[in-house]
């Protein structure tokens, strides 16, 4: 389908994007700026997660060349638009009447590739905040490409854990806990925005999800393990490990007089969830 | 978008029209069934929320794409703030879509955050508060879809309106200028 390519794609901030995107590529790459391919390259292009400058869910640049003069671009490519970090990478392979892509031979096909790169998303999004890495001092830069799926995959198995471990109340107690973490997120976040904090929204809650897994870890180990002091001492590594974790974020989002208000409620609820995890029986 | 549902053609994108009311459709009857199969209110949960989940994401990103043509998601630019992109097919492929599917698109949509807010509402007279949670999850998700794609339809109309007064206006001084020349 030759005509394909040529339907035009508009978008409203995208050739922007796509100039500094090129820009950023021409810096980065030893190579000079290159003409672009009037076709996309045949394998999708994988969104380059590793690198914090480049949000992974741009998309892959159009021929500039041609974009930038006329809104309507004669013979350029319509790059089928990468879906936010998800949707079938095999729906890109062709570019159909739509001009988006030709739905795939099976559903099935390019959902397993999306599930692996938001998995992907969510593994390194993981490492970004939980181990030590160069970026945790930018909050903007360390947290880019915040994802809720971690977060919401982190929270159900707390909750799940917490239940298991549960002898009574199984239901009480994983809806509380739920609650709570979700709830507590939302709180925290308006807190530090309150507070004349310069943090976004969905990149906090975000944030406060991914502090969770090592208290996930130290619900699973008390879970499987029932001595108490055992319990008490996992909880409290596992605590400082949630708090330093969310520390650099939070701290850095406010201004220096009014840090201890906006980390003071982080470890709270970091603690109530402690004290939730060691006395479960 | 009409409130007919127009007849004469087929859905052109059968299996993705299926799989859009899928998901929805069975979070609905697991949580409206479940009660009779399931003592524990964390399977309802966990499953419920689930597949809401799962639908939230066929339908942001691979029936919006394809069957109404239209996109969007947040980005964080490099001065740390968060912009909120719309994108769409451009006006002659938009009207090319199918509209059987376009109308099938909104409607589910549109029915499945009604259905939750009937539940919600039987739940809070019981004062069921676990319940409240699910149906409070599942409401968000299909409502940020709502938002997220009118906006997206809207900011379409906006650009389209723009890109036209451009174009004539381009055109007007196109020949303004080749009259000129002649003379």
């Known amino acids: ?281 | 978008m009409d409130l007919i549902l127009p007849t004469g053609e087929s859905y052109a994108h059968p299996k993705l029209c299926f799989f859009h009311v899928v998901f929805k459709a069975a979070a609905l009857a697991f949580y409206i069934l479940s009660a009779l199969f399931f003592d524990s209110f964390v399977i309802i949960f966990v499953t419920t929320v689930l597949l809401a989940a799962l639908d939230f994401w066929v339908v942001k990103n691979v029936s919006g794409r394809i069957l109404v043509g239209l996109r969007w998601w947040n980005e964080i630019n490099d001065e740390g703030e968060s912009v909120w992109k719309f994108e769409c097919l451009d006006q002659e492929s938009l009207a090319r879509m199918n509209k059987k599917d376009s109308w099938l698109f909104w409607w589910t949509l549109y029915l499945t955050a009604l259905s939750w807010i009937v539940l919600g509402i039987f739940s809070l007279i019981r004062f069921e508060a676990d319940y409240l949670l699910v149906v409070g999850v599942c409401l968000t998700l299909s409502i940020a879809n709502i938002v997220g794609f009118t906006r997206c339809r809207k900011d379409a109309k906006k650009q389209f309106q723009a890109f036209a007064s451009q174009t004539i206006a381009s055109r007007f001084s196109s020949t303004i200028q080749s009259a000129f020349s002649i003379v």
């Not at chain 1, 339907?7 to 995208?14: E, F, M, V």
């Open chain 1, 1 to 281: 389908m030759s005509h394909g390519d040529t339907i035009p794609l508009h978008s409203t901030s995208q050739s922007d994007i796509d100039e500094i995107e090129n820009l950023i590529h021409s810096t980065l790459q030893s190579g000079p700026a290159t003409v672009l391919p009037a076709r996309p390259p045949s394998p999708p292009r994988i969104p380059v997660s590793s690198s914090p400058f480049i949000p992974s869910n741009l998309p892959p640049p159009p021929p500039v060349s041609h974009h930038k003069p006329t809104p309507v671009p004669a013979a350029a490519a319509a790059p089928p638009p990468p879906p936010q970090g998800s949707g079938g990478s095999g729906q890109q392979q062709g570019i159909g009447a739509t001009g988006f892509g030709s739905p795939p031979n099976t559903l099935t096909e390019p959902v397993w590739d999306t599930v692996k790169r938001d998995l992907s998303r969510i593994v390194s999004n993981l490492k970004l905040v939980v181990f030590p890495n160069p970026y945790r001092e930018d909050p903007g830069k360390a947290l880019r490409d915040w994802d809720l799926w971690g977060p919401f995959f982190f929270i159900v198995f707390l909750g799940l854990v917490l239940s298991w471990s549960a002898s009574v109340k199984k239901s009480e107690v994983f809806a509380v806990a739920f609650a709570l973490l979700a709830a507590g997120a939302v709180i925290l976040t308006l807190n530090v925005l309150l507070l004349g904090g310069h943090i976004i929204f969905f990149q906090s809650l975000s944030l406060l999800g991914y502090c969770l897994v090592p208290l996930d870890i130290g619900a699973l180990v008390c879970m499987l393990y029932d001595n108490v002091i055992l319990k008490v001492i996992v909880v409290c590594v596992t605590l400082a490990w949630s708090s330093w974790a969310a520390y650099p974020f939070m701290s850095t989002a406010v201004n220096p007089k009014r840090k201890a208000l906006a980390l003071y409620p982080v470890l709270l609820m970091y603690v109530s969830v402690g004290f939730l995890i060691v006395a479960i029986d």
